[in-house]
């Protein structure tokens, strides 16, 4: 089973990017689906974005489509998702979960047994 550490997260104006990172340690990163999930305050979490194993199949929220942009590199054992035109709604604490041979649905957190410890995101306005 892969470790998984997010990074990247910080404190936008509204309009602006970051991109956070999820990096793997451990053996066999590149039979992960990673999907990142967020959650604000007094909020359930929700999922955000998911990539398979090998890259070739991503997945986002309605809401995000457009602006995030979730990518890997297995080389590197990293996941990244891309967020552009931020929003206050987009604050939250977000992270990424791993889970092994697995093709999805990718929106469940009870399918994922790897989790980071998360990362905060704020949006001002």
């Known amino acids: 089973q892969v470790q998984l550490v997010e990074s990247g997260g910080g404190v936008v104006p509204a309009g602006g990017s970051l991109r956070l990172s999820c990096a793997a340690s451990g053996r066999g990163f590149n039979v992960y689906a990673i999907s990142w999930f967020r959650q604000a305050p007094g909020k359930e979490r929700e999922f955000v974005a998911a990539?398979?194993?090998?890259?070739?199949?991503?997945y986002a929220k309605d809401s995000v489509k457009g602006r995030f942009i979730i990518s890997r590199d297995n080389a590197k054992n990293t996941v990244f998702l891309q967020m552009n035109s931020l929003k206050p709604e987009d604050t939250a604490v977000y992270y990424c979960?791993?889970?092994?041979?697995?093709?999805?649905?990718?929106?469940?957190?009870?399918?994922?047994?790897?989790w980071g410890q998360g990362t905060q995101v704020t949006v001002s306005s």
């Open positions: 979960a791993g889970v092994a041979y697995y093709s999805g649905p990718y929106d469940d957190p009870a399918k994922f047994g790897s």
């Open positions: 990539i398979n194993w090998d890259g070739r199949s991503t």
